[in-house]
């Protein structure tokens, strides 16, 4: 009888030891799978914290921070071809124009117009072909005809220049046919292309900025130049275009 019960004991030892056995194996698992939940957490809350703002300023995630990345560097790129680097100079013009005197883009408006040609010959004139000094070097004297053909730069080939307004001291028609342009001097700041985009018909779309000495933005405009019926040779260089518009957005 004794021996039946130390049997039957040691039965049941083992069977209390598998049942601890499984718990412990159970709980180890469940405790393992905690860590893994928590360290996912942990990964998703970094993400979080830590967003990426692409080049629009939004927060995207990684993937999509790659493909905003990549848009926006194809976006920036900028179309220009070289027969169209010298219309910086009309364009800073322009610029200077709407800048100092609140004008905008009106080829209209006479005061504007002349305005704007005033900037153009007195920041640029010195390379236009036949150009002269007065005795005391502070008037540009210039050609009707090279007038003319800043003129169609500027102002979308106009072929009528309209008369000087009594308020535009600065340039000035004499009796002899030559225009004489005052040399005052620039103010400090420097003109530069932000973009350019081609259009199927030969025509840019221009985003072009005045920047100051110490290269804060001073002021931007946006353009539409067209290819002009001719080229013409001006301060040194084939135009190719003239401007159509500003101020487009």
Not at 63 to 87: H, P, Y
């Amino acid at each position: 009888m004794k021996k039946v019960l130390s049997i039957a004991l040691s039965l049941l030892m083992v069977f209390s030891l598998a049942a601890c056995g499984s718990g412990g194996s159970a709980a180890s698992g469940t405790a393992a799978s905690s860590g893994k939940t928590s360290s996912a957490d942990a990964s998703v809350s970094t993400e979080a914290e830590n967003p990426t703002v692409t080049d629009s300023g939004s927060l995207t995630s990684s993937s999509a921070s790659s493909t905003a990345a990549a848009s926006s560097k194809e976006s920036s790129q900028m179309v220009v071809d070289d027969t169209i680097t010298g219309m910086l100079k009309p364009l800073d013009a322009l610029m200077m124009t709407k800048y100092l005197t609140q004008l905008d883009y009106d080829p209209s408006n006479s005061v504007m117009y002349w305005t704007a040609l005033f900037f153009y010959f007195n920041f640029y004139g010195t390379l236009a072909p036949g150009a002269s000094y007065n005795g005391d070097q502070t008037y540009l004297i210039l050609g009707a005809d090279v007038v003319e053909e800043g003129a169609r730069i500027l102002f979308g080939e106009t072929t009528t220049l309209p008369s000087i307004p009594d308020q535009i001291h600065r340039i000035s028609l004499h009796d002899d046919g030559y225009y004489y342009v005052k040399m005052d001097p620039r103010p400090e700041n420097t003109a530069i292309f932000v973009s350019a985009v081609s259009n199927s018909d030969g025509s840019y779309e221009i985003v072009a900025a005045l920047d100051s000495p110490a290269g804060e933005q001073q002021f931007i405009d946006s353009f539409h130049i067209e290819p002009k019926s001719d080229s013409n040779n001006l301060l040194g260089i084939q135009y190719h275009y003239t401007v159509g518009g500003a101020g487009l957005g």
